[in-house]
């Protein structure tokens, strides 16, 4: 029981780490830095809270979601790969965006400054089950979960079976080169961003519905979780995936294990962060990284 | 090659210097136009008057005592944050950390302030300030010493480290140092004088001496980037690391010197908290200050005196906020804030370039000539 | 000149220029279809960015570009095509640095932008058995399923070709293709050109070397600092018309070599040469009448067994052992990529050798950095001075101190007022223009550049040994006058100069003893009297000498 209660919700926090990371690979791969993905994550989370509540469905919050963090995602092309304004800038300067914007819509929309009114999510209640079974069956019942879940075969696939991974992959790496054969390497990559805005979007969806409302800030730092899986899972969107499982479980053990006391919290939240860090200075290297990765076209 | 520029007139020198002077001017002027149009639609939004807002923004900054004392207060750490910002960019290196690096200042000065006990101020005061040197320095060396050694990117390094050494801060305040039912430690009885010991009429405001220390790191920084041999080596490893190569620097170091001292200066925008203002260490009290240095910087170009000019546009925007909340929503200032980065990010290429492309025909009847 | 057959490409009054540089100004080219086309020229002459306007990389300013469409027919106006469109009328560029993703296969980047598609997914086998058949087809022999990180420079330019062809280009354009090519793999590139030519297909050969021209051009079109300035037919020529046509007159220079003034220095030619003869390594006769900064019977600089490791070849630089006496030029010729970048940088200091010692005026400084062997006396004039040899967005006055600014600095503090001085002085001495200190370099011609590095390394210290790399690349007339006079004035004052130049005429012009690199080592290492074009083009190409010399 014990077992099924930490799979449970390890699931349950994992799904937004495997959505934006898997918008992180698509959108580094293409060579454009994914610092970003919290703010498309905090921006999806809100305009989706927006779409549940206006339409009273979870379905056009679901839509809207998306349209979330694709439209700023939108910006972040516009900015980097349009004005070849620098990657690192840029991201920092939508982050900011994201939240002051959400904040003041927030207040623009719901006249609060911490969180919205409640709104409807997917399913959810578990079917009367309890503990542990609950919170499985509510995963079971939320298309989000199982959206998840899919992402990331069907992201490896996009990268690694089809035309349009080809050139991603080559603008990220080689844009030069990609550019000499015809290959319209800016196109790429504003799709790239956009699809990484659609999937962080999605991410952040998934927080507002599953807490059926959107509060100030909440994705708390997930879209940086998120960009630590995609560096320490070498940009491969398998072993992204796994970094994201690690780094879900690190979190449930520690919420598990809060009353006992046994590591401090602080030290689990670390867990991912100095993971990146090593493994960006010993088994990682710069080497693994796309060559052409926060480079102007 | 023809010879372009051998017969430039006395007029095209003029040219070019004034292009230089419209490069670093005319980005920040371009960006805040831009957010004022986005302003303006913001408190369009919600039915109000800019002209009316814009006014009641200024009242309660500049026009009154107390709002102008917190403007002074919010510029000084930003003061400090952005001039991080500026030695890392100097060097060519991105540092995102100051907000963690700020943090480690704060605790070190607070940490070193408790062990000082009632220690005369002249002895704790500057104890107290190169503790809060050291810990921000410490928290900026590691992503340079990483860049250095193994090719890191502190890009990345800066933004971990924040979370990692906020919980690990968090974790030492919790566990040991905290006051009961609050997440500061014990006040320490250190501290600079305050602008409201001067004058009544700046009473609650927060503003204080490290104004003064802001300015001096200020004037330091100018003095180290441009007037100094490290300095001179610091910005040739920025602009061409192997022109800088050739020169006889040793990149790695110049790296990993640059980081540790970026991390310093936004480790003494600590004591402006815990010195000046509320003299303990608190949780969060850092929060936000990382990234708006960036800003700072971006907007004063890299330039010591420009963010200094930058720092109280920001830190008037961020008090500003507080005093429109009535009309618009203080939020309004945070997106007017990244909106600013994002258009001067976007209009310093796009400008060059449009300056270059009309500056082109004039340079050709000179190639001609040669 | 007439065509016998039908033109395949026509460009006319070619215009190009890049910020204050001409690249391109009324150049001309005609090819016709099914032959092999040698566009030649020194470095910088604009072979490269004439050949990228016909591909569609660069629009030019003005000029116009006809192709025929798949290399036959009419021809069309084309000019400010795009490279897409250029692939879709069968022209293909084939770049002298490889267009090639690293992390991608052979398959994936020759069908990159053109992939085959069975329904939303690559065919991956239908791209590798296309590729392995255009591969048997042409001969163009490599593996298709390998990631491209893994091959070899030879096996690279292979994939480049086949893209080319993949994507059915009748027109095919190569820079400098055999740069990087053994000799064997320079035959078999022949073999598939010819074969391409056969078929009707048009080829235009990017290079500066005269053997391959007459090895393989049908005809010939000479460029000049831009401009095209002859049409020539392959059988009609020789090497040395054709040599004459390319350098213009650096020709002249050569035979200017020893000028009224510096007859003492003709006979202390004369004498080393003798030295030379006898076996021994050349020692500077005593230069009489003349200070010396050294005693002229030393080596300033004396290598031995240096080398390299290189990403390459094994070792870039391959045990090469010399000496340079006071008072010597002593030049390196060869073809680039052969070594002399990574030596140059190994006795600067700024590349690690594996093995081998460096002596500067008879003190180790093997294992020095590169400020503690310039204040030994090392200066050091950068092959690439856009990377190395300045900071393009500093000033003329701050460039006139780089590495040297510990020299300008009272403590930690730099002499503002020294450093002022310094920069007015020598503005004026080396004729920099404009004359304004505080410009900066980037607005200044390659030229004017080029002077502020010579200005700053003649004079910015005491020196025994000056290294001079390609010094006067890309650099107008009248500055390469004044920079091969400051060279022989260096000598006179009883400097040692080691000069790497791809121009064999500057090289046979200034030094007083040639050394050609070919493949890390020194092919071969005679005294300038014996020294000639038709002498040392062997050893260049790998055709004589192969065992290394001293």
Redesign the interface.
């Known amino acids: 029981m014990i077992v099924v209660a930490f799979l449970a919700q390890v699931l349950r926090i994992v799904v937004p780490y495997l959505l934006a990371a898997s918008g992180g690979v698509l959108s580094e791969r293409a060579g454009i830095?994914a610092?970003t993905l919290e703010g498309f994550m905090l921006t999806g989370a809100f305009t989706a809270t927006l779409g549940s509540y206006y339409a009273g469905s979870p379905w056009v919050g679901l839509l809207a979601g998306i349209a979330g963090g694709v439209a700023l995602a939108l910006?972040l092309a516009?900015?980097t790969v349009r004005?070849?304004?620098?990657q690192?800038?840029?991201g920092?300067?939508?982050?900011?965006?994201a939240?002051?914007?959400t904040?003041?819509f927030?207040?623009?929309a719901f006249d609060s400054?911490s969180n919205s009114p409640r709104v409807p999510g997917f399913g959810g209640d578990g079917g009367g089950a309890v503990g542990a079974a609950a919170t499985l069956a509510a995963s079971a019942q939320n298309p989000l979960v199982w959206i998840g879940i899919l992402t990331v075969p069907v992201v490896a696939w996009l990268l690694y079976?089809?035309?349009f991974?080809?050139?991603v992959?080559?603008a990220g790496?080689?844009p030069?080169?990609?550019?000499?054969?015809?290959?319209p390497v800016a196109r790429v990559r504003v799709l790239a961003v956009a699809g990484a805005g659609a999937l962080a979007g999605l991410a952040g969806t998934y927080l507002a519905l599953d807490q059926h409302q959107f509060t100030d800030g909440m994705t708390a730092?997930r879209g940086?979780i998120a960009?630590?899986a995609v560096?320490f899972g070498r940009w491969d969107p398998k072993r992204v995936a796994f970094a994201c499982v690690l780094f879900a479980a690190a979190e449930t053990f520690q919420i598990q294990l809060q009353g006992a006391q046994l590591i401090?919290s602080?030290?689990v939240?670390?867990i991912p962060?100095?993971l990146?860090?090593v493994a960006?200075?010993?088994v990682v290297?710069?080497s693994a990284?796309p060559?052409a990765l926060?480079k102007a076209e | 090659m023809s010879d372009a520029t051998a017969g430039a007139t006395a007029a095209e020198r003029a040219d070019r210097r004034r292009t230089l002077l419209e490069e670093a001017v005319l980005p920040p002027l371009v960006a805040l136009a831009i957010a004022l149009v986005v302003g303006d639609l913001l408190i369009l939004t919600f039915g109000q008057s800019p002209g009316a807002v814009f006014a009641m923004l200024l009242e309660g900054t500049w026009a009154n005592a107390y709002g102008f004392g917190q403007v002074l207060y919010k510029a000084t750490s930003l003061t400090f944050t952005g001039l991080a910002f500026a030695i890392g960019a100097r060097a060519g290196l991105f540092n995102i950390g100051a907000e963690s690096q700020l943090a480690a200042g704060g605790f070190a000065a607070a940490v070193a302030g408790l062990a000082l006990g009632g220690a005369p101020a002249i002895l704790a005061v500057p104890v107290c300030i190169a503790a809060a040197a050291v810990g921000g320095g410490a928290v900026g060396a590691v992503p340079g010493v990483l860049k250095a050694r193994f090719g890191a990117s502190e890009v990345i390094v800066t933004i971990m480290l924040n979370f990692v050494v906020l919980a690990l801060l968090n974790y030492v305040i919790a566990a040991h140092l905290h006051v009961p039912e609050t997440l500061h430690t014990p006040e320490i009885a250190a501290g600079v004088p305050r602008l409201a010991d001067l004058s009544d009429a700046f009473r609650g405001s927060a503003a204080n001496a490290i104004l003064l220390l802001a300015l001096a790191a200020a004037a330091a920084a100018w003095w180290y980037l441009f007037r100094t041999r490290p300095g001179f080596e610091l910005r040739a490893v920025g602009l061409q690391p192997d022109a800088a190569e050739y020169g006889g620097v040793d990149v790695g170091r110049v790296w990993v010197r640059a980081m540790a001292l970026s991390g310093a200066v936004a480790g003494l925008g600590g004591l402006n908290y815990v010195l000046g203002y509320k003299h303990y260490y608190e949780e969060g009290f850092a929060a936000g200050s990382g990234f708006l240095g960036v800003a700072v910087a971006l907007v004063g170009r890299n330039h010591p005196l420009g963010i200094v000019i930058a720092a109280l546009l920001f830190a008037t925007l961020s008090q500003g906020g507080l005093a429109v909340n009535a009309l618009v929503p203080k939020q309004m200032v945070e997106v007017l804030q990244a909106v600013v980065i994002l258009a001067v990010v976007t209009s310093v290429p796009e400008v060059r370039r449009v300056l270059r492309a009309a500056l082109r025909p004039a340079a050709k009847p000179a190639k001609a000539a040669a | 000149m007439p065509v016998t057959q039908p033109p395949a490409i026509r460009l006319a009054g070619v215009r190009k220029t890049f910020g204050p540089v001409v690249a391109n100004r009324d150049a001309s080219l005609e090819v016709a279809a099914g032959e092999i086309h040698a566009l030649v020229g020194e470095n910088g002459a604009g072979k490269s960015t004439l050949m990228r306007v016909l591909a569609g990389m660069y629009g030019p300013d003005a000029g116009t570009v006809q192709v025929a469409p798949q290399g036959a027919g009419a021809l069309r106006d084309v000019t400010g095509w795009t490279t897409a469109e250029a692939i879709a009328a069968g022209v293909g560029m084939v770049h002298q640095h490889f267009m090639l993703v690293p992390t991608l296969t052979v398959a994936e980047n020759v069908v990159l932008g053109q992939e085959l598609t069975k329904g939303l997914q690559l065919d991956r086998a239908r791209a590798e058995a296309e590729v392995r058949a255009l591969s048997q087809k042409t001969g163009l022999q490599v593996a298709a399923d390998r990631p491209v990180s893994e091959l070899s420079v030879g096996e690279a330019q292979r994939v480049e070709i086949l893209k080319v062809l993949y994507r059915g280009a009748r027109i095919l354009i190569l820079d400098e293709p055999t740069a990087v090519l053994s000799p064997p793999e320079v035959r078999e590139l022949w073999t598939v050109l010819r074969g391409l030519a056969a078929q009707g297909g048009t080829v235009v050969l990017i290079t500066h070397k005269l053997d391959e021209v007459v090895d393989i051009s049908d005809t010939i079109t000479v460029m000049r600092a831009g401009t095209t300035v002859e049409r020539i037919r392959t059988a009609d020529t020789t090497p040395q018309a054709i040599a004459r046509a390319m350098v213009g007159r650096d020709v002249a220079l050569a035979l200017d070599v020893m000028g009224a003034g510096d007859e003492l220095h003709a006979e202390r030619v004369e004498r080393r040469a003798a030295s030379v003869e006898g076996g021994a390594v050349a020692e500077a006769a005593p230069a009489r009448g003349r200070d010396s900064t050294l005693d002229a019977r030393r080596s300033a600089l004396e290598v031995t067994g240096l080398t390299v490791a290189g990403a390459r070849r094994p070792n870039e630089v391959d045990g090469v052992s010399f000496s340079v006496a006071p008072g010597e030029i002593l030049g390196i010729a060869g073809v680039e990529g052969n070594g002399q970048t990574e030596l140059l940088e190994a006795l600067a200091g700024l590349a690690r050798p594996t093995a081998g010692r460096i002596a500067l005026a008879g003190a180790d400084v093997t294992a020095l950095g590169v400020r503690a062997r310039a204040d030994a006396g090392l200066s050091h004039i950068p092959e690439d001075r856009h990377r190395r040899g300045l900071v393009l967005d500093w000033s003329i006055a701050d460039n006139l101190v780089l590495g040297l600014q510990h020299r300008f600095s009272a403590g930690a503090r730099l002499d503002g007022r020294r450093i002022d001085e310094n920069a007015r002085r020598l503005v004026r001495e080396f004729d920099i223009r404009p004359a304004d200190p505080s410009l900066p370099a980037r607005a200044l011609s390659g030229g004017n550049q080029q002077k502020i590095v010579i200005a700053r390394e003649m004079t910015g210290r005491d020196y025994h040994v000056l290294l001079a790399a390609q010094p006067t690349r890309g650099v107008d007339v009248g500055a390469i006058e004044f920079i091969h006079d400051q060279l022989r004035r260096a000598r006179a004052a009883g400097k040692a100069i080691v000069l790497v130049s791809a121009d064999l005429a500057e090289i046979l012009a200034l030094a007083d003893r040639v050394a050609v690199m070919y493949r890390g080592r020194f092919a071969t290492v005679l005294p300038r009297r014996e020294a000639s074009a038709e002498r040392l083009g062997p050893y260049m190409t790998g055709a004589a000498g192969a065992e290394p010399a001293a």
């Open positions: 830095v610092l910006l516009l900015a004005y070849k304004a620098d690192v800038v840029a920092i300067a939508l982050n900011l965006l939240i002051g914007g904040r003041f927030l207040r623009y400054s079976r089809t035309p991974g080809l050139r992959r080559a790496e080689k030069e080169a990609a550019r000499s054969l015809g290959v730092g940086f960009l630590a560096i401090p602080q030290f939240e670390m962060y100095v990146t860090i960006l200075a010993g290297g710069r990284a060559a926060g």
